[in-house]
């Protein structure tokens, strides 16, 4: 776990740099060293002052670079052209990485680890590979401007650091519920290291990714978020001694009657969630029913380029989103030179740089409204688009952006009208005139809250990592009512959350442990053999020989058998797995002598008693699992669904006195998708 | 849940607000009005500059009441005989009303509440009565100055609160497994609201109180949490617009070489859980198992009076302990004019006042730390004999008051060392002379959770909760990294937490999933009957008349019976329960017409054929169980622990082909018990 928290986080630290460097690629290009992105290259600069930092001499755009201009509408077009060049480059060679060598490494990889965690296995899922060309493309893909976020393929890389660990233990590699434990913390450390939210962290994989999650997972993932948070730290990616993304400090409490917009805001996010998931599945559907799935190479880049083009005009969507993020959340402090802090300022007016009080708002400020609606509409159009092409893409960032977006609008709205009618019922109480009462950078976080909530349905974990990443626990009963709110809209109009959705269009075999299973059918209802169908493909104790078991292999696909005293009887001693039932016949064949195909099978303790001239016969006692796991015919299924969740079942045998069937997890889901009257065969299972 | 939240939420302000006035009243009384606390008379008398807040004229101490002097030796004695006095009778008047009204209302409840959430019964343990007493009893206790905390017994007055609410509706009152969901958020809301850390509270009620805990209620417990945090923001009961119990604001970070210290109270932590563990248990058993357990009363008041007297010359113990806490945490700012913060300023320094440098200590401070090292001792003697009297008791207050006074001599030590010699390797890199760079306030934040998690062996919760309870967000790696230390220095001694020992200790069936159960014994080997013994008292489906199984219910005294075809072939068919077998029996003898004492009972769907004249049978087909729990008997128990523990069962069946016997709840606890070398008979059950 110390190696998963070291090296998740080097890799982290990794992919923040070189996203930074490629991003500022994009503009221009640093003289004095190329690798150094613009922010560093202006550091080792000797201009010094703030003012000058952003332009200092050895930081050269493209157009200054080429053709020697820095304004003008030709520098304009070719440094818009060179924009849009790079980000096609970036996305190409991403989505050709992905296609050529790991064709897993797409996608968030949240959808996959839950079931993963669940029990199912997707083998090369968390390979080498994977791990090494997700987090290539993940830089590239997130450099290119598309609307994505690193977050969440995060969490799937440090899966794939914990699966590469584990399996040079053989105390987890040996034991699948050992490695999933081992998984569940890595989860953890991602999400710890993706934010910087070491609690958030644990949580998120407690809620969202894990799916039995015993008190000794917690403690372990707490451990290697620990230790994430603390290689963090020491590595210092954002330059400021504190560990979080967002740090925000804003002056002012919240006030009662500022509940009502934080709400507004909660059902605006759960809106949007709604909206995202039903638009993004039915797009993903279509993906992959149509032609269109033909054409992943494509498609990023059309998407690519139509991102491009629309994004450079606009300053806020031009930016990366963690900084227009970061530029939402913040307070306008006297020192803010942003567009969004442009109010008129009183003259005679002196107080101390950081208690401003409302101030009416300045051109720039009806400017950067403008420019944050177009913004706000371009990031909901482009992300449900985004979210399931064939590149590593996040989900986290291009949500929250969504809401601040939408925050800080609502937030400028309110403080103009609280300063234009300080004298309204609502307002008098404490809003006096010169007083500073309205924080729009809190209505930013409050949204970015909401909309995660809405679209991914956290709850708890959403607001820990929400006042991890801000600092700001002082305002834990906004983001706590917003989040509230925005889970009750969105699960007004669908149960399912993003990633859980993702899961049904993929068909993947998971047992939703939040669904709720309230019908009164019985196990019998439900187990193979159904009425009229042939009687179950069983094993007998003693009576049967190599030849006939090697024919019952070959001609069904199940997983094991069940193994009863005769088939006349049907008394059910015990299960065999398939796996091991071929792997004991051809070493038996193999090694021991005398074993022939008309050598007699037997299950018991005592070899039976066989006629004089008979081969010699075959014990298979020790691949017998004894404790096969029943469940009468008449438990109900309610029941037998928990019991699957909880113990992690894969199948179930049937009883009355004797063996009546089987039931598998497979058997389970499409019971209950039939009963939730969806149609069983749109269950895929590929 | 809404109910709930605010019940609890103004149950606690009510208690709050109790606890300041009597406190104070032990010191004196306010002449305007005796219902004020010493703040509030103050607070309505015109002296409103700071310093002349705390000798306001309408404060009178008893020594000037009574014989109108305020200094010399007489009025001290005859305040701290006050002190005694009232101490004694807040006391006597708790244990009295305990004792007399509601036995439940003693301890801090949290054991016996994790015992019924894992699904056992204590009846009354939840009841109104309990309530009432408890709330009442708590604010005695507090104010008496004994070494507990209201934190933990709050937890329980909500879950009472939760039963109460939900025997309201029939949907919780009916479905046990409902409201144990609703207890888990009410525990939630408990702890919110005790510590004002609603997130903390959701994660405590997950790690430490709830068994189960399914997502929906992690939703359910967050809802809790929020109204209840909700409403202590519209209560504002601290009287700054701060949800935070104790805030801190602290001007430096936190350097590298500081964990060595900060791991060092983790140890500290460690060792002082393992220690107060041992010794209390270790007292409890000889009150429970010696004559000492017969006198409470005279229990109570003799620790009450010890107490008393040792406490008042001290400052740092006669004041109440959670301000003892509230002043170990905080920063020392310019305007402290507490003893721990009198060093000696340089006077050439003119700086900032919230960024003051580190100074030499002055004579204060060393009079401080030899206060406090007696403090320290009087604290974890006093603490280890009051946890588990017959009155309602915390352990979160003082166990965080060891640690926050080991923590801040250590702050000071280390401060002063730094101060001293910043010359040495390990501080030159970071301490440079008139630099700000120890904060002692933090080292007690962090010993504080340092001794909390080594008693209770909480992680993420603990710290969650403390930065919750401190806003200390920055401070989340030397919280994780004292808190990792603690739990492993104390899990080092002894796996168990002080609540699973005091589970132990009163034998409650409480199977803790904690434990790994890793022993290779099989099912059979713990199922009775067990060899020799007499074989399993059944019921046969068709054979047996009313008096035969009335007979049977008689002899014996098992919560049910499994149900067979018949002697000979003990096929199982299902399981009844003594109850309803009692109560169908009785309801037929009054109703039905026929059923005399030889009617034969069936439990099969056709009545079995009878000779001509016999008496009508009865059908009891309605109360059998048609899908009892079974295992094969060659089932690893570690497999069948799994399951009595995931499932929440009480008993299980064992069979191979037909009915072997049975394993109950009690058989397991016994066998684990047993595995663990403990002499099995020591696990009581009362």
Excluded at 116 to 129: P, T
Excluded at 169 to 186: M, T
Excluded at 666 to 680: G, I, S, T
Aim: hydrophobic share 45%.
């Amino acid at each position: 776990l110390l190696l998963i928290g070291d090296v998740c986080c080097t890799l982290a630290g990794v992919i923040d740099l070189a996203v930074d460097w490629m991003t500022d690629l994009k503009e221009g290009v640093c003289l004095s060293a190329f690798w150094y992105s613009h922010e560093q290259c202006c550091w080792t600069s000797n201009e010094t002052t703030f003012e000058d930092r952003d332009k200092c001499p050895l930081w050269q755009k493209w157009s200054e670079l080429l053709v020697n201009q820095s304004e003008g509408a030709s520098a304009y077009i070719l440094n818009y052209l060179m924009y849009i060049l790079w980000a096609l480059l970036f996305a190409f060679l991403a989505v050709s990485l992905v296609r050529v060598f790991a064709p897993y490494a797409c996608g968030s990889g949240i959808p996959e680890i839950k079931t993963i965690l669940s029990g199912f296995i997707i083998r090369g899922y968390l390979g080498k590979w994977t791990l090494l060309i997700k987090t290539v493309t993940l830089v590239l893909v997130v450099s290119s401007g598309l609307s994505l976020g690193k977050e969440g393929p995060l969490v799937h890389v440090a899966c794939c650091c914990g699966n590469f660990f584990s399996s040079l233990f053989s105390k987890y590699s040996k034991n699948e519920g050992k490695r999933r434990e081992v998984l569940s913390a890595a989860a953890a450390a991602g999400v710890s290291v993706a934010f910087g939210a070491p609690i958030g962290g644990v949580l998120f994989s407690l809620e969202e990714v894990s799916y039995y999650f015993p008190l000794k997972t917690l403690w372990r993932s707490f451990f290697a978020a620990l230790v994430a948070a603390f290689t963090l730290r020491s590595i210092n990616p954002f330059g400021n001694s504190r560990l979080v993304l967002f740090y925000v400090e804003y002056h002012t409490p919240w006030y009662m009657a500022e509940l009502f917009p934080f709400i507004l805001l909660g059902v605006f996010g759960g809106l949007w969630g709604t909206l995202f998931i039903r638009c993004n599945i039915a797009w993903c559907r279509r993906r992959k029913t149509t032609r269109l799935g033909k054409y992943p190479v494509l498609e990023v880049i059309v998407v690519t380029a139509i991102t491009a083009i629309i994004a450079y005009p606009n300053p806020y969507t031009r930016q990366s989103t963690s900084e227009l993020i970061s530029e939402l959340f913040n307070d306008c402090g006297a020192l803010e030179s942003s567009q969004l802090c442009d109010y008129i300022n009183d003259p005679n007016m002196t107080r101390p740089v950081d208690d401003i009080p409302d101030r009416p708002a300045g051109v720039g400020v009806y400017t950067a409204m403008w420019q944050l609606a177009l913004a706000l509409i371009f990031k909901i159009v482009v992300t449900i688009f985004t979210f399931g092409m064939k590149i590593p893409s996040g989900l986290f960032i291009p949500s929250m952006a969504v809401g601040a977006i939408a925050g800080r609008m609502v937030g400028i709205g309110v403080e103009q009208l609280a300063y234009h009618h300080h004298d309204w019922i609502i307002f008098r109480n404490w809003c006096r005139p010169g007083a500073d009462c309205v924080t729009p950078g809190l209505y930013a976080m409050v949204g970015a809250a909401a909309c995660l909530g809405g679209v991914t349905r956290m709850t708890v974990s959403l607001v820990v990592i929400m006042f991890e990443l801000t600092g700001g626990l002082e305002y834990i009963v906004p983001l706590m009512a917003a989040a509230v709110t925005s889970k009750w809209v969105a699960d007004a109009f669908g149960k399912e959350g993003i990633y859980e959705a993702h899961i049904h269009l993929n068909g993947y075999p998971f047992l939703d442990v939040k669904d709720e299973f309230t019908h009164r059918t019985l196990a019998t209802d439900v187990m193979r053999p159904r009425r009229g169908e042939p009687p179950l493909s069983v094993l007998t104790q003693d009576s049967m020989t190599v030849e006939d078991v090697e024919t019952l292999i070959k001609e069904t696909d199940y997983n094991g058998f069940p193994v009863v005293v005769s088939r006349d009887s049907e008394r059910l001693i015990g299960f065999a797995q398939r796996r091991e039932l071929i792997l004991a016949i051809k070493n038996a064949r193999q090694r021991q002598e005398g074993i022939v195909s008309n050598s007699i099978m037997y299950f018991t303790e005592e070899p039976p008693e066989l006629p004089a001239n008979s081969p010699h016969p075959l014990k298979l006692r020790r691949i017998l699992n004894l404790s096969p796991f029943t469940v009468t015919d008449h438990t109900p299924m309610e029941t037998v669904v928990d019991i699957f969740r909880k113990l992690g079942l894969r199948q179930c045998l049937v009883t009355r006195s004797g063996l009546l069937g089987i039931i598998t997890k497979k058997d389970v889901l499409r019971h209950m998708a039939q009963m939730a009257n969806q149609d069983p065969e749109s269950i895929m299972f590929n």
